[in-house]
């Protein structure tokens, strides 16, 4: 529940695990609302508005705390002893729930990731004479159940470390942590009380059922009608551009002109994609959409379909129409290798680079200024160096994402590689796993070294990403069984009896053990469940209270109050 803050009932709020008393979230929040909703230019024109229409403030934006950061480059970005563990609760406390999260849910992923790489290892280099032809079998079975096992227990780590910082399970959902949340008809400044809102809905409760009905289904009218576009963008431009490359990359001998013509198609869909993700953008703002979280997670879910044409529809058409598992193999090692390595250097050095290049035309247009000093030009406070540092901003735009959105779909696209094409090359797993030890301390680097201090958001979950996890562990059941019908069944007339109908039940078992694990496994631990309850119950209690000491008017005392109850 969402309670007005009052230092007499301070008890009743749990403090921070830095000591504090309020998150980064909620501090952050503050700020915003005091030199942007108090401090006024005119009735109803903040002063800073003001003074960034006239250019005298040019960005707000919150700083590094020189010592904390100092603090998470020694014990997080620069230790290498232990490669996946990380000091989670003073980055949620600096970085804020959403941050925290993403690398609670990398640092788990990478540690998990140990067993499918050692796993396939042996599978890939390994000879095991007469009983070759069941290890690929047992291969796929062994990272299935992996990976069912580690998204649902990844849930249950999620709730836990939500339990431990004391944050609601729908905390995305709540209004009073988005600041763009807006109330039919109101400002989010000016939100109601809940007496006035609950005195008002028994005044007029025909029209306002009538009136939410009709924006409940305009709002999945619009979000149907934006997927169908999505969609039929898909099939009619992209996948023809796909296949065409597939094609041509299949029809292609020489190895230069593969190289080239990889080289212009990673162009021109970088170009494209960008523009979809962009267009999808537009679409998502014209969405009924209850607040920014939803809306984000709408616009998670088109750009992976675009980004998921672009990534697997060419190994489908290797895979499974040209039956080329040479060439597959090829594309997973030019996918996995030398993209993720172009791809990490591109992500580390380019904002260092435009860092550079930002600290050269200032200091170049200050020896214009001044007339050619002598010495190298100094910033005069840490404020004006990390201005010109780049914003944490996802490439599709900073409208509804961070740059948390390109970190999730890198890491989503890369689980979706190496989990549908497993049995191609078990290998791939050893690789992804090298990747994502690296990836945890070079995401920190960028964060604390060459970014701004990212916004804070209360996400509670990685939101979307994991349901388009789920929906690839369920791909890669289907694709993995249709590879080990392709390499079994040499000839392609898929009568490998009783191989293809073992292959089948083996698949139909799968897909049951996936959907039944989230049964037999709760997805929060007894003892979360047990706190959320307690909390749930004393702020029930709490909160019909104040409820009553609105309606009465403030007049009578807590005493009281209990008499009444």
Same mark, same amino acid.
């Given at each position: 529940? &969402?309670?007005?803050?009052?230092?007499?009932?301070?008890?009743?709020?749990?403090?921070?695990?830095?000591?504090?008393?309020?998150?980064?979230?909620?501090?952050?929040?503050?700020?915003?609302?005091?030199?942007?909703?108090?401090?006024?230019?005119?009735?109803?024109?903040?002063?800073?508005?003001?003074?960034?229409?006239?250019?005298?403030?040019?960005?707000?934006?919150?700083?590094?705390?020189?010592?904390?950061?100092?603090?998470?480059?020694?014990?997080?970005?620069?230790?290498?002893?232990?490669?996946? &563990?990380?000091?989670?609760?003073?980055?949620?406390?600096?970085?804020?729930?959403?941050?925290?999260?993403?690398?609670?849910?990398?640092?788990?992923?990478?540690?998990?990731?140990?067993?499918?790489?050692?796993?396939?290892?042996?599978?890939?280099?390994?000879?095991?004479?007469?009983?070759?032809? *069941?290890?690929?079998?047992?291969?796929?079975?062994?990272?299935?159940?992996?990976?069912?096992?580690?998204?649902?227990?990844?849930?249950?780590?999620?709730?836990?470390?939500?339990?431990?910082?004391?944050?609601?399970?729908?905390?995305?959902?709540?209004?009073?942590?988005? *600041?763009?949340?807006?109330?039919?008809?109101?400002?989010?400044?000016?939100?109601?009380?809940?007496?006035?809102?609950?005195?008002?809905?028994?005044?007029?409760?025909?029209?306002?059922?009538?009136?939410?009905?009709?924006?409940?289904?305009?709002?999945?009218?619009?979000?149907?009608?934006? &997927?169908?576009?999505?969609?039929?963008?898909?099939?009619?431009?992209?996948?023809?551009?796909?296949?065409?490359?597939?094609?041509?990359?299949?029809?292609?001998?020489?190895?230069?002109?593969?190289?080239?013509?990889?080289?212009?198609?990673?162009?021109?869909?970088?170009?494209?994609?960008?523009?979809?993700?962009?267009?999808?953008?537009?679409?998502? @703002?014209?969405? @009924? @959409?209850?607040?920014?979280?939803?809306?984000?997670?709408?616009?998670?879910?088109?750009?992976?379909?675009?980004?998921?044409?672009?990534?697997?529809?060419?190994?489908?058409?290797?895979?499974?129409?040209?039956?080329?598992?040479?060439?597959?193999?090829?594309?997973?090692?030019?996918?996995?290798?030398?993209?993720?390595?172009?791809?990490?250097?591109?992500?580390?050095?380019?904002?260092?680079?435009?860092?550079?290049?930002?600290?050269?035309?200032?200091?170049?247009?200050?020896?214009?200024?001044?007339?050619?000093?002598?010495?190298?030009?100094?910033?005069?406070?840490?404020?004006?160096?990390?201005?010109?540092?780049?914003?944490?901003?996802?490439?599709?735009?900073?409208?509804?994402?961070?740059?948390?959105?390109?970190?999730?779909?890198?890491?989503?696209?890369?689980?979706?590689?190496?989990?549908?094409?497993?049995?191609?090359?078990?290998?791939?797993?050893?690789?992804?796993?090298?990747?994502?030890?690296?990836?945890?301390?070079?995401?920190?680097?960028?964060?604390?070294?060459?970014?701004?201090?990212?916004?804070?958001?209360?996400?509670?979950?990685?939101?979307?990403?994991?349901?388009?996890?789920?929906?690839?562990?369920?791909?890669?059941?289907?694709? @993995?069984?249709?590879?080990?019908?392709?390499?079994?069944?040499?000839?392609?007339?898929?009568?490998?009896?009783?191989?293809?109908?073992?292959?089948?039940?083996?698949?139909?078992?799968?897909?049951?053990?996936?959907?039944?694990?989230?049964?037999?496994?709760?997805?929060?631990?007894?003892?979360?469940?047990?706190?959320?309850?307690?909390?749930?119950?004393?702020?029930?209690?709490?909160?019909?209270?104040?409820?009553?000491?609105?309606?009465?008017?403030?007049?009578?005392?807590?005493?009281?109050?209990?008499?009444?109850?």
């Amino acid at each position: 529940m &969402d309670l007005q803050f009052d230092w007499e009932e301070v008890d009743a709020f749990v403090r921070q695990p830095d000591g504090m008393l309020f998150s980064w979230c909620e501090r952050f929040h503050f700020y915003r609302h005091l030199i942007y909703g108090i401090i006024q230019w005119e009735p109803g024109e903040p002063l800073l508005q003001r003074l960034e229409a006239e250019s005298i403030v040019k960005l707000v934006f919150p700083l590094h705390v020189e010592a904390k950061r100092k603090r998470l480059l020694r014990v997080w970005a620069l230790n290498w002893w232990d490669f996946t &563990d990380q000091p989670i609760d003073e980055i949620y406390s600096y970085f804020g729930t959403k941050m925290a999260v993403y690398f609670s849910f990398l640092g788990m992923y990478t540690r998990w990731m140990l067993f499918p790489a050692g796993l396939g290892f042996v599978v890939h280099l390994v000879d095991f004479g007469p009983f070759q032809l *069941l290890v690929l079998p047992i291969f796929f079975i062994s990272i299935v159940l992996w990976a069912v096992m580690f998204s649902q227990f990844w849930k249950r780590k999620n709730s836990a470390l939500l339990s431990r910082w004391q944050i609601s399970y729908s905390v995305g959902a709540y209004p009073g942590y988005d *600041l763009g949340f807006k109330v039919p008809g109101k400002d989010r400044s000016s939100l109601q009380s809940s007496v006035e809102l609950i005195s008002k809905w028994g005044r007029d409760k025909k029209n306002d059922k009538e009136r939410f009905q009709r924006e409940e289904w305009f709002g999945t009218l619009m979000r149907f009608r934006n &997927d169908v576009i999505i969609i039929l963008s898909i099939i009619c431009l992209q996948l023809p551009f796909e296949l065409a490359y597939a094609h041509l990359y299949e029809v292609v001998e020489s190895d230069y002109m593969k190289f080239g013509l990889t080289v212009i198609y990673l162009f021109l869909i970088q170009y494209f994609t960008r523009i979809g993700g962009k267009i999808s953008v537009q679409l998502i @703002n014209n969405e @009924n @959409n209850a607040n920014r979280e939803y809306r984000a997670d709408s616009l998670v879910y088109k750009v992976f379909g675009l980004y998921f044409m672009q990534s697997y529809i060419g190994l489908f058409y290797h895979a499974l129409l040209h039956r080329n598992f040479k060439t597959l193999r090829q594309v997973l090692i030019q996918r996995l290798i030398v993209s993720e390595v172009l791809e990490n250097l591109w992500e580390n050095s380019f904002p260092y680079l435009k860092y550079s290049y930002k600290k050269y035309k200032v200091r170049r247009k200050s020896k214009k200024e001044k007339g050619s000093p002598t010495g190298k030009i100094q910033f005069k406070s840490r404020v004006e160096k990390e201005y010109l540092k780049p914003t944490y901003s996802a490439s599709i735009g900073e409208e509804l994402e961070d740059g948390l959105f390109d970190d999730l779909l890198e890491l989503t696209l890369q689980f979706g590689m190496i989990m549908m094409f497993a049995c191609a090359f078990p290998l791939a797993f050893a690789f992804a796993a090298l990747n994502n030890v690296t990836e945890i301390r070079t995401d920190a680097l960028k964060l604390l070294v060459m970014m701004k201090r990212p916004v804070p958001r209360a996400a509670a979950t990685i939101g979307a990403w994991l349901n388009i996890f789920q929906f690839l562990i369920v791909m890669s059941i289907c694709t @993995n069984s249709v590879l080990l019908v392709c390499l079994y069944d040499k000839e392609g007339k898929w009568r490998i009896e009783p191989g293809l109908a073992a292959i089948l039940v083996m698949e139909h078992i799968l897909l049951l053990i996936k959907f039944g694990f989230s049964r037999f496994v709760p997805e929060e631990p007894a003892w979360v469940r047990a706190n959320r309850v307690k909390n749930a119950t004393q702020a029930h209690e709490m909160y019909s209270k104040q409820l009553l000491r609105s309606i009465s008017g403030g007049e009578r005392t807590s005493n009281e109050i209990m008499k009444v109850e």
